[in-house]
């Protein structure tokens, strides 16, 4: 595969927020105290799809957490997750890919005034080197002015890919079989966010001597760094949102992502700011990243704050 080929494909799959579970949702333990979960049975109940009632919806709607990475033949296995879709009568998801902007959006991905090698040592350029070697089979030098999450989440996309889990699933991935299918059936489709907001998430918010700290800590911590995602798709086919939770937060100490809330309390809180709207219209689907769902200040607490009844459903 070319390299102009790789990147394409990269971004095929930039909207995961992504791309990888416990990269884009982890959060810091110290910041979700585990006697959350505790104190509240209704939503830490293992279920990924939820039912949503009360504070005014004349008929209910459905919170189902997704997967990023996993297409949509999954759904063959739940089939109460498609029976309460069907009877939706609009569906939301985090957000589309419009390939139109797509190529200028990936601007974002790129530093032209830094490189790689003038923000890693010449001991850590040449080990995250090695590793962009054996995994793409081209020089980290040709890469130079890649922003270091751009790297990181190469790597850890292409180690995902090797699943022989998610494999054996086909079709599109979950968020894109919904938006799709529920155009096809006449549905409304909204979207939480822009595709230059969940660029921004990825590639603008730290710093890039953060990110290149990150991506050392990726490279060097691998062997354990896979051990738990294997672990977090295990847990997702075990619908264990708690577990879930408190894994991602061990990934994210391990690979150096501090605090990650921008990237779920955050976002969290501003979808409460639309989905009541939406759901008050009319009976809505909402699919989105499985850890928006627990903690905290997850959705599933938000919304029971709000004044909602959640049910879980699976």
């Given at each position: 595969m070319s390299f102009k080929n790789k990147i394409t494909w990269l971004y095929l799959f930039l909207f995961a927020l992504l791309l990888h579970p416990t990269l884009g949702e982890a959060q810091k333990v110290k910041s979700k105290p585990a006697k959350t979960v505790k104190t509240q049975p209704t939503t830490s109940a293992k279920a990924l799809l939820w039912e949503i009632s009360g504070n005014g919806l004349k008929q209910p709607s459905y919170l189902y957490g997704t997967y990023h990475l996993l297409n949509d033949s999954y759904l063959n296995s739940v089939p109460e997750v498609k029976e309460q879709f069907n009877k939706s009568k609009a569906v939301v998801i985090e957000t589309e890919i419009d390939s139109a902007k797509m190529m200028l959006l990936g601007?974002?991905?790129i530093m032209p005034?830094?490189?790689l090698s003038?923000?890693?040592?010449p001991e850590d350029f040449a080990l995250v080197g090695q590793e962009v070697k054996q995994a793409?089979?081209?020089d980290l030098a040709m890469a130079d002015q890649m922003k270091p999450m751009t790297i990181l989440l190469m790597l850890s996309l292409?180690?995902?890919q090797k699943m022989e889990v998610l494999k054996q699933y086909k079709g599109q991935p979950l968020d894109g079989f919904f938006a799709d299918q529920g155009r096809k059936d006449g549905k409304k489709i909204h979207t939480l966010e822009t595709m230059e907001q969940q660029f921004d998430l990825l590639y603008s918010h730290?710093?890039?001597d953060k990110q290149a700290e990150q991506l050392v800590a990726y490279v060097k911590n691998?062997?354990?760094?896979l051990e738990i995602s294997d672990r977090l798709v295990e847990l997702y086919f075990n619908k264990d949102l708690p577990a879930m939770w408190t894994i991602s937060e061990e990934y994210n100490e391990l690979t150096g992502g501090g605090d990650m809330s921008y990237m779920v309390d955050d976002r969290n809180i501003d979808w409460m700011t639309k989905l009541p709207?939406?759901?008050k219209e009319q009976a809505t689907f909402v699919a989105v990243g499985a850890l928006h769902l627990p903690g905290e200040n997850g959705l599933l607490q938000l919304l029971q704050k709000a004044g909602y009844t959640v049910k879980p459903l699976q």
């Open positions: 601007a974002k991905m005034d830094n490189k003038a923000l890693l040592n793409f089979g081209f292409t180690e995902y730290h710093p890039l691998k062997d354990k760094a709207a939406i759901m």
